[in-house]
């Protein structure tokens, strides 16, 4: 519930997706659906970039420590 902005909402749901499910439609009614869109594209890019950071970081230490162990 938004007190100042008068409005809220309650969903029931009869799925173990209800948590998610209330996720989504809570961030559709504060941004609306383009914009729900877009951050969900961009959480999706921001995940990817920092699973690829961290496989990188991973490859260079271990080059670096079989340097080191020859």
Not at 4 to 15: E, I, R
Not at 31 to 42: C, H, N, V
Not at 46 to 59: C, K, N, P, Q, Y
Request: no cysteine.
């Amino acid at each position: 519930m938004d007190v100042g902005k008068d409005w809220g909402f309650v969903l029931f749901t009869n799925s173990e997706y209800g948590e998610r499910l209330g996720g989504d439609l809570f961030l559709h009614m504060l941004a609306g659906p383009i914009d729900a869109k877009i951050y969900t594209i961009l959480t999706l890019l921001a995940i990817l970039l920092i699973t690829g950071l961290v496989l990188l970081v991973r490859f260079i230490i271990r080059k670096i420590s079989k340097r080191q162990t020859a």
